[in-house]
């Protein structure tokens, strides 16, 4: 149950005529949440101790005490050199009843100092808006429209020791050449296998691709294809593999700056594509920022990250190796256990035999493979393992 109170009521000759608020915490609580210094961006405005303790008829000292009890209930916090005072609760208690409404709040954000304190503010209150709005891309998109232009500004001051190095001062026009040019068409079968079984029926095509080192050297593919043989995502298709990659939500805006980077297809779309790598870099870099903070500088890195772009080539390698290797080792892990002729595969001595046509069944170059019961499949048999420089013992049914 709420209750609204009319801003007008502070400047009421009826009201002023009445005995003041004394100096307490409580009063000052019901003051800081909906006095005269407040702004439309809930809980977030600029004010002085003595400006409030003189609007209040109080003296200064009273005031840093009620202010200290208020304080220390962690029910606001405050940059007092930029005197900023922000109230985390307020937003969820006024929650904005429409887009239009935090559109709104984007003169009274121009009146605020530009402090750390305003930063962690703005990151708690996106989140405490996808809480209430989880479905509401509309408020999501309002928000990050007021908000995000000072986050990005921000970022250097607040991440000092690795964004600068990061961040230079244009945007490219487009990915570097090591990204632009060709790659193979299609993945091994191996890797679309193994994205099978981790449930993903998402395009397994991703970049083949090479090191600086083998590039410098003449060897390898480069990564990406040519304008010329790319497919043009739309806003909405960019969109929806931003979130299917990420789970971020991206404005038109947004959406556009990445389209502009003229990404293919198989960097675009899929479970190894250039919005994942971007994605798991930030995640693994700054592992304490929010959720918020971390789709922030993910922005960020997709469209300046220059390194980033550079290094994602190597990432897809790293990945489709270790996809290839968990295949094999769950394919070996799970051997067979009905021989094509139809009769059941024992182990036997180490060995996996039919039980019908006695041949033997062992895993080599990531599958299973089949040894006939006679004397040139046995003799094949050993040659295999001796170039392996394996011991092997035949069980006895040859």
Request: glycine share 6%; proline share 6%.
């Amino acid at each position: 149950m709420y209750r609204k109170i009319e801003m007008a009521m502070w400047g009421d000759e009826k009201f002023k005529a009445l005995s003041p608020m004394k100096p307490s915490g409580q009063d000052l609580w019901i003051y800081l949440l909906a006095g005269p210094q407040t702004g439309i961006i809930p809980g977030l405005y600029k004010a002085g101790h003595a400006a409030m303790a003189e609007e209040l008829g109080w003296e200064l000292e009273a005031f840093e005490e009620a202010f200290q009890e208020v304080f220390q209930q962690g029910m606001l916090k405050e940059s007092k050199k930029d005197r900023l005072i922000w109230i985390p609760n307020a937003l969820k208690y006024n929650p904005p009843a429409s887009p239009n409404v935090i559109k709104s709040w984007a003169n009274s954000l121009e009146t605020l100092p530009k402090c750390d304190l305003l930063i962690e503010a703005i990151s708690s209150m996106r989140e405490t808006i996808n809480s209430i709005y989880s479905n509401g891309i509309g408020y999501q998109n309002a928000f990050d429209e007021v908000f995000g232009e000072v986050m990005t500004k921000a970022l250097p001051k607040a991440l000092p020791k690795a964004l600068p190095k990061a961040l230079p001062k244009a945007l490219p026009k487009a990915l570097p050449k090591a990204l632009r040019e060709g790659m193979p068409k299609d993945l091994p079968e191996s890797v679309n296998s193994e994205q099978e079984t981790v449930n993903s029926n998402r395009d397994q095509n991703s970049y083949s691709s090479s090191s600086e080192k083998s590039k410098s050297s003449g060897g390898g593919n480069n990564v990406v294809q040519k304008a010329q043989n790319t497919t043009t995502f739309s806003v909405s298709d960019i969109q929806e593999e931003v979130k299917a990659a990420t789970g971020y939500l991206v404005d038109d805006k947004i959406a556009k700056r990445f389209q502009g980077l003229n990404l293919c297809p198989e960097a675009t779309a899929g479970p190894l594509s250039f919005y994942a790598y971007a994605k798991e870099v930030v995640e693994t870099k700054y592992p304490s920022k929010s959720q918020h903070e971390h789709r922030t500088i993910f922005i960020a890195a997709v469209t300046e990250w220059e390194n980033l772009q550079l290094e994602y080539p190597a990432w897809v390698k790293k990945k489709k190796a270790e996809l290839e290797k968990a295949r094999q080792t769950e394919a070996k892990q799970t051997h067979p256990k009905t021989c094509d002729c139809g009769g059941e595969i024992n182990a036997i001595t180490g060995k996996f035999v039919c039980e019908n046509c006695k041949a033997i069944w062992y895993f080599s170059e990531g599958e299973w493979n089949k040894l006939d019961h006679d004397k040139n499949a046995r003799i094949d048999f050993r040659a295999a393992f001796r170039k392996k420089n394996e011991e092997i013992t035949l069980p006895d049914v040859f």
